[in-house]
């Protein structure tokens, strides 16, 4: 039954992410002994991101978190099953009212793939009919480290059924969730908190009677239902767009002068878990580029020199990284149209 497909690639640097899953990561493992400071250290992520009501975070800094849980926990196998139980209809408010008022079951499971990229954008779903069985396929649109196989279906999975029981009114008869990869060890721990469940079975399914995609949800609005169709749109939309703006908030704070001087392209993508090709992909569609950010940067340091400190032009050309003073009088002439005298005597008979 599984099915493959030729899918688009995914970027995984963009804030796509909902803010809320890695807050689930956090507090599982908070419960477990690892504090957010700890699990946070050495990230690209920070606490600032995570409390931000409304973020996203991207799927490489989510990747980033999972793998340092899994790295304090001694590779606790469960921690897929655990996050799968607790995403639930709750975890994204505005797609949990627009399935609830879907008329039926099958209305919902469409819609839900429909917008899944909503809420993960690396999973893919698929809904097919075999005889009386209907099938939902879940598979990815890229590679993942093999650490995070497991762990990526196995919150899937649990998570797609807890999202879906929920429509059913807490109770789905006759589902089973179907793993591509053998019996882990850590199944009969959680046997009586999952509905049947079978291993090697060559793709990551969730099975069930077919008849059961009409049934009624209790909750369906048809006007309801299209009100939300045309919000979550809007909301996808303005996701993407915001994702492209997002490159330049990540970026500026990394600009600033260290103690060897101001970072090179290779520096800054070194701390954003990026490759250069793409921090300049990214930055030609913000209509920028990294000379010019850095540029801007520099030029306000030197006018703050100017401005606010006694240093001569040489000593501050010098601070900057210019070899020679008149390398950096050219530089900040083309930044300003005045060389750093002339806009330092400007500045003076402004006081």
């Known amino acids: 039954m599984s099915k493959q497909a030729t899918l688009p690639s995914v970027d995984i640097d963009i804030p796509s992410v909902p803010v809320e899953f890695a807050r689930l990561i956090l507090q599982m493992c908070a419960e477990r002994g690892y504090p957010r400071e700890k699990m946070l250290l050495g990230l690209n992520i920070t606490v600032a991101q995570v409390d931000e009501d409304g973020a996203c975070l991207s799927i490489r800094q989510h990747m980033s978190l999972l793998l340092k849980g899994i790295e304090l926990s001694g590779g606790e196998g469960s921690l897929g099953y655990e996050l799968g139980l607790r995403i639930g209809l709750s975890t994204h408010t505005l797609v949990a009212m627009t399935l609830l008022s879907q008329s039926t079951i099958g209305d919902a499971?469409?819609?839900?793939?429909?917008?899944?990229?909503?809420?993960?954008?690396?999973?893919?779903?698929?809904?097919?009919?075999?005889?009386?069985?209907?099938?939902?396929?879940?598979?990815?649109?890229?590679?993942i480290p093999d650490k995070l196989y497991r762990y990526a279906y196995d919150m899937a999975l649990v998570s797609v059924w807890s999202s879906l029981l929920s429509l059913f009114g807490g109770v789905w008869p006759d589902v089973e969730l179907w793993f591509a990869y053998p019996e882990p060890n850590y199944y009969a721990a959680y046997r009586d908190r999952l509905p049947a469940c079978r291993f090697d079975m060559g793709a990551n399914q969730i099975c069930f009677p077919s008849s059961q995609l009409e049934r009624r949800i209790q909750t369906g609005d048809p006007i309801m239902a299209q009100l939300m169709r045309e919000k979550i749109a809007r909301e996808m939309k303005a996701r993407k767009q915001q994702g492209k703006a997002d490159i330049l908030t990540l970026l500026r704070p990394h600009l600033v002068r260290g103690t060897e001087g101001y970072p090179d392209m290779d520096a800054v993508c070194a701390k954003l878990f990026?490759?250069?090709?793409?921090?300049?992909?990214?930055?030609?569609?913000?209509?920028?580029?990294?000379?010019?950010?850095?540029?801007?940067?520099?030029?306000?340091?030197?006018?703050?020199?100017?401005?606010?400190?006694?240093?001569?032009?040489?000593?501050?050309?010098?601070?900057?990284?210019?070899?020679?003073?008149?390398?950096?009088?050219?530089?900040?002439?083309?930044?300003?149209?005045?060389?750093?005298?002339?806009?330092?005597?400007?500045?003076?008979?402004k006081i």
């Open 109 to 143: 499971i469409r819609l839900g793939i429909q917008f899944s990229q909503m809420l993960v954008p690396v999973y893919r779903g698929s809904l097919e009919q075999e005889e009386n069985l209907a099938v939902l396929d879940i598979s990815m649109d890229m590679a």
């Open 274 to 349: 990026m490759s250069s090709r793409t921090l300049k992909r990214k930055l030609n569609q913000a209509g920028t580029g990294f000379q010019m950010l850095l540029d801007d940067v520099r030029c306000k340091d030197a006018m703050r020199l100017l401005c606010h400190s006694h240093l001569s032009i040489e000593d501050i050309a010098i601070w900057m990284g210019f070899t020679e003073p008149a390398n950096f009088t050219h530089a900040f002439k083309r930044w300003t149209g005045a060389t750093p005298s002339e806009w330092r005597e400007q500045q003076r008979r």
